[in-house]
C-alpha cells in the first residue's frame, strides 16, 4: 500500500558526493523506520543505514560509516542518504525501505516497503 520513491542516483567520480531522497505520496514517513539497502550486480542486498521514527538515532554498516549520513525531514515527509567519499565499491542500486515498528534493523526482511532503486555509479 505505501509506495516510496527514490531520486538523485546518478554517476559520479571516486572521491564525489551524492544525495539520494525517498518519499512518497498518501502516507507519512514519520510512521515508519526508514533504512537504505543497497545491492550490486550477483550480490545479497546490503543494509547501509537506518533512522528512528523520530530522528534521534542511526545505524549504519561499517562500510560507509563517517561516509554516509541518514537523515530525515518530517516536514517534508523525506528521508536522505548523504553519501561522501565515494568509492567504486558503493557502486550498486540503492533502496529506501520501511518497517511497521519502533525498532531499527539491519536486515532486509524485516522491512515492509521498498522503493525501485536509483542507480548509483562510482567511476575510477
Known amino acids: 500500500q505505501v509506495q516510496l520513491v527514490e531520486s538523485g542516483g546518478g554517476l559520479v567520480q571516486a572521491g564525489g558526493s551524492l544525495r539520494l531522497s525517498c518519499t512518497a505520496s498518501?502516507?507519512?514517513?514519520?510512521?515508519?523506520?526508514m533504512a537504505w539497502f543497497r545491492q550490486a550486480p550477483g550480490k545479497e542486498r546490503e543494509f547501509v543505514g537506518a533512522?528512528?521514527?523520530?530522528?534521534?538515532?542511526?545505524i549504519y554498516a561499517d562500510s560507509v560509516k563517517d561516509r554516509f549520513t541518514v537523515s530525515r525531514d518530517i516536514a517534508t515527509n523525506t528521508v536522505y542518504l548523504q553519501m561522501n567519499s565515494l568509492k567504486p565499491e558503493d557502486t550498486a542500486v540503492y533502496y529506501c525501505?520501511?518497517?511497521?515498528?519502533?525498532?531499527?534493523?539491519?536486515?532486509?526482511?524485516?522491512?515492509?516497503?521498498w522503493g525501485q532503486g536509483t542507480q548509483v555509479t562510482v567511476s575510477s
Open positions: 525501505a520501511g518497517r511497521w515498528g519502533t525498532t531499527m534493523s539491519i536486515h532486509h526482511r524485516e522491512y515492509d516497503y
Open positions: 498518501g502516507r507519512t514517513l514519520s510512521t515508519y523506520v
Open positions: 533512522i528512528s521514527r523520530s530522528g534521534g538515532s542511526t
